[in-house]
């Protein structure tokens, strides 16, 4: 079974948001971009919309649509992380679900210890760093 996930790489003022899941989620204190499973009939954009406005009560605007990181945390069970960068515009931050978030620049971005999926995502984001600030 492959679950498709997205998240948001949400940047603000040269520094990325990561959230770290709580005891009451999977992966307790692992840390992630936030976003959520797709729904049926609801494209990734809307989901990702939807999970920020639920988990971070913010708004964010999306930008690119990076390729997605497959992982399998259980046999028979392949999370589908599809990763957006987008970029913080409006509201307080107030957390719903996650234990703690962190804006992290460039030398604190593996300070963090990323669920497995996230892993290759940060990678990129790490590489294509300073290009991405020049842009965003
Ligand atoms: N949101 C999010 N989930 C991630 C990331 N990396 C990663 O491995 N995951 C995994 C953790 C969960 O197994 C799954 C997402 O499920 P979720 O629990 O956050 O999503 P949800 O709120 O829609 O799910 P549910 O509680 O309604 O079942 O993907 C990430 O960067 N962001």
Known sequence: MI?????????????????QRSESMNLPGLWE??????????SPEDCLHR??????NIKIDL??????????????????????LASYKAGELILSEHAA?????????????WAQADIP?????????ESIQKNY
């Open 63 to 84: 930008w690119d649509r990076w390729d997605f990181s497959e992982h399998s945390y259980q046999p028979g069970k392949t999370i589908q992380l599809i990763p957006f």
């Open 121 to 129: 995502i940060v990678q990129e984001l790490s590489r294509k760093w």
């Open 33 to 42: 971009f936030p976003g959520g499973k797709v729904e049926s009939g609801e």
């Open 101 to 113: 978030f962190r804006w992290l620049g460039l030398s604190e971005l593996f300070e963090v210890n």
């Open 3 to 19: 679950i498709p996930v997205t998240c948001a790489i949400i940047l603000f003022e040269g520094k990325v948001l990561a959230t």
């Open 51 to 56: 999970e920020i406005k639920e988990e971070l």
